[in-house]
C-alpha cells in the first residue's frame, strides 16, 4: 500500500492565478480619525484611564454544492465600532453600527456609565499591564486573491467541478463547500495606537459518500484539506492539492468501508499532523489559556486542570514535547501583527523538552500572572463583542534530525496509523479525552496493512503526551487547524491553525465504538 501523505504541499505545479485584489481600508481614514478622537475625548472627560476606539468590518461567504449542483449561497457581514474604557479599575463597553461622532460620542458615554455602575455594584478592580503605542501600523495577511470578491458562480463552477470527478469515480454522493471570512479592523486607544489590519481565510471541504453494500448505510469521508489564511488561490493550488487529494478519495472510501473493526486494547500509534492538530488544540490550545487557569469559562466550556504554579514545573509529556504558541505563523489562522488590544504579537514556548514553560494571555491575564507584557492574545469576532484571550496557533515542533514518515511506521511491529480527524470528547478540565479519525490504518511489522473502523484512542493529557516517544522530522510537519473554535458567553468563534509533524506513541488506549 502506499503510504498516505502528510504534507500539504502540492504534488504538481499549481494552476495560474488571476492578478491579487487591492486591500480596501474598512472605513474612510479622516472619519475613522475623527470618530477616534471623539470616544477618545469622551473618555477623557469622564476620567477614564485607558480607553480605545475599535472599528470592524466582517463579512463572511458560503457556498455550498450537493451533487454537482448549487443547493446553497450566503454573502453576510457586520460592521460598527465598539468603544472600551477603564474607570477605576473598572471596564465598560459599547457599541454602535452608526458611523457618526454623535453616535460614537453617546456608545463612550454608555461604556463610562457602564464601568461606573460596575465599580458601585463591588465589581473587582482590574490593571491590565501596559501596552507601548504603535501609531500608524498596518497589516495585511498573505492572500493573493479575496475570495469574496471571486464570483458566486465561479466558486460554485470549482466545487461542482470537484463534485463530478467524485461522482464519476463511483462516490454515490457529494458534498462540497466553501466558507471564506474576511476581517478588516481598526483600533486607537488613548496611549496613542492607530492599527489598521486585514485578513483572510479559507474553508473549503469536501465529504463524499457510498452505501455499504451489507447494512446499506452510508458511509462517508471527507477531504483533508485544512483551512487557512490565504485567499481563492488556495484552491486553485497553492498550499495544497485539492485535485490529486480528491482523485485518491474514492479508493480510500472502498477500502474504508470493507474494513474489519478494531481490536481494543493498547495500541502503538503513528498519529499524522492531520489527525494530531485536533489533540493538540483540545489537550494543550484550550489547557493553557490562563483565563481557564484563572477559572474563568466554568459555565460553559470548562476550565482546565493546569494551575499557574504549574508553569516551569508541570511534566506535561516526554522529553521530545516542544510546543510553541505563535500568532505570526504564515497564513496561519490566528495570525496577526496586532490583537484586538492593541498588543504586538510573536511568539513563545508553551511546552520545552516536555516542561510546562507558558501560558497563553491577554492584558489583564498578564497583569494576573505577573507579567510584564501581554503575550497579545485577544480577540473580539464582530464589533458588538468584547475581545476575549484566544488561543495564538499552537503547535508541536518537528525534530530537526527525527525520522521520515516511513521510519515511523517502520519502528512499529504492531499498531495503527492515524489520519484525518473526525469527533471528539474531552471532559471540562481538559483532562480525559476521546478522538477517532478519518482513517485508521493497520500497522504490522513495520508496514501498513489496510483500514479497520470504530476506532478512537482515549486517555488523559498527561499520560497520553508522556507516552510520545519520536517525533518526526520537519518532512513529516504540516498545518492543519479550525475555523470555527467557540468560547465565552456570548459565544465567540475564532479560528487557529496548529502544526504538527508525524509522532509515534506506544500503548494508547484504543476502543471500539461502533457495530461490526
Known amino acids: 500500500m502506499t503510504l498516505p501523505p502528510v504534507t500539504g504541499a502540492p504534488a504538481r505545479a499549481p494552476r495560474p492565478v488571476p492578478g491579487a485584489s487591492a486591500p480596501v481600508p474598512p472605513f474612510d481614514p479622516g472619519l475613522l480619525a475623527e470618530l477616534a478622537d471623539t470616544a477618545l475625548s469622551v473618555a477623557v472627560a469622564g476620567g477614564c484611564a485607558e480607553a480605545e476606539l475599535r472599528a470592524s468590518c466582517v463579512r463572511a461567504g458560503l457556498v455550498e454544492v450537493h451533487d ?22 473598572r471596564r465598560g463597553v459599547a457599541s454602535t453600527s452608526d458611523r457618526t461622532p454623535d453616535a460614537v460620542a453617546a456608545a463612550a458615554r454608555r461604556a463610562v456609565d457602564l464601568a461606573r455602575r460596575c465599580a458601585a455594584a463591588g465589581m473587582p478592580e482590574t490593571s491590565p499591564v501596559p501596552e507601548p503605542a504603535h501609531p500608524g501600523a498596518a497589516w495585511r495577511g498573505g492572500h493573493e486573491i479575496d475570495p469574496l470578491e ?15 470527478g467524485l461522482l464519476r469515480a463511483g462516490v454515490e454522493r457529494v458534498r462540497a463547500r466553501l466558507h471564506a471570512v474576511r476581517e478588516r479592523t481598526f483600533l486607537a486607544t488613548l496611549t496613542g495606537s492607530t492599527i489598521t489590519q486585514e485578513r483572510v481565510r479559507v474553508h473549503p471541504l469536501v465529504f463524499a459518500s457510498v452505501r455499504h453494500p451489507r447494512s446499506g448505510d452510508l458511509v462517508t469521508a471527507r477531504s483533508l484539506g485544512p483551512p487557512t489564511a490565504r485567499g481563492f488561490e488556495y484552491l486553485l493550488g497553492r498550499g495544497w492539492d485539492f485535485e490529486d487529494e480528491l482523485a485518491r478519495l474514492p479508493e480510500q472510501l472502498a477500502e474504508t468501508v470493507h474494513a474489519p473493526p478494531v481490536e481494543s486494547g493498547p ?4 498519529i499524522a499532523p492531520s489527525n494530531l492538530w485536533l489533540t493538540l488544540h483540545e489537550t494543550v490550545g484550550h489547557a493553557t489559556e490562563a483565563d481557564r487557569v484563572r477559572g474563568e469559562e466554568a459555565a460553559f466550556a470548562g476550565t482546565t486542570f493546569v494551575r499557574a504554579e504549574d508553569v516551569g514545573r508541570l511534566r506535561y509529556g516526554s522529553a521530545g514535547m516542544g510546543i510553541v504558541a505563535d500568532r505570526t505563523l504564515e497564513h496561519g489562522l490566528a495570525t496577526t501583527a496586532y490583537d484586538d488590544e492593541g498588543v504586538a504579537t510573536g511568539a513563545w514556548p508553551l511546552v520545552t523538552a516536555g516542561v510546562l514553560t507558558g501560558l497563553q494571555t491577554d492584558r489583564a491575564g498578564a497583569a494576573a500572572l505577573g507579567e510584564d507584557r501581554s503575550r497579545g492574545c485577544a480577540y473580539a469576532q464582530y464589533p458588538r463583542d468584547v475581545p476575549l484571550s484566544r488561543m495564538p496557533n499552537v503547535s508541536l515542533l518537528p525534530d530537526p534530525d527525527g ?22 470528547s474531552i471532559d471540562m478540565q481538559r483532562r480525559q479525552f476521546q478522538f477517532t479519525a478519518q482513517r485508521f490504518h493497520r500497522i504490522v511489522d ?22 510520545l516517544e519520536a517525533v518526526g522530522g520537519p518532512g513529516t510537519y504540516a498545518v492543519y487547524g479550525a475555523d470555527l473554535c467557540g468560547k465565552g458567553q456570548p459565544v465567540q468563534a475564532a479560528a487557529v491553525s496548529h502544526g504538527a509533524p508525524a509522532t509515534l506513541f506506544r500503548g494508547v488506549p484504543v476502543s471500539r465504538t461502533g457495530a461490526s
Open 403 to 424: 525520522p521520515s514518515l516511513e521510519e515511523l511506521i517502520g519502528s512499529v511491529r504492531e499498531g495503527l496509523y492515524v489520519d484525518g480527524s473526525d469527533s471528539w
Open 150 to 164: 471571486v464570483p458566486t458562480a465561479e466558486r460554485a463552477d470549482l466545487l461542482a467541478e470537484w463534485s463530478a
Open 68 to 89: 454537482g449542483r448549487l443547493a446553497a449561497s450566503t454573502d453576510e457581514g457586520e460592521q460598527g465600532i465598539a468603544v472600551r474604557v477603564l474607570w477605576h479599575g
Open 446 to 467: 513495520g508496514r501498513l496493512a489496510g483500514q479497520v473502523r470504530h476506532a478512537a484512542y482515549h486517555g488523559t493529557t498527561t499520560r497520553f503526551w508522556n507516552s
Open 267 to 270: 495500541t502503538d500509534l503513528v
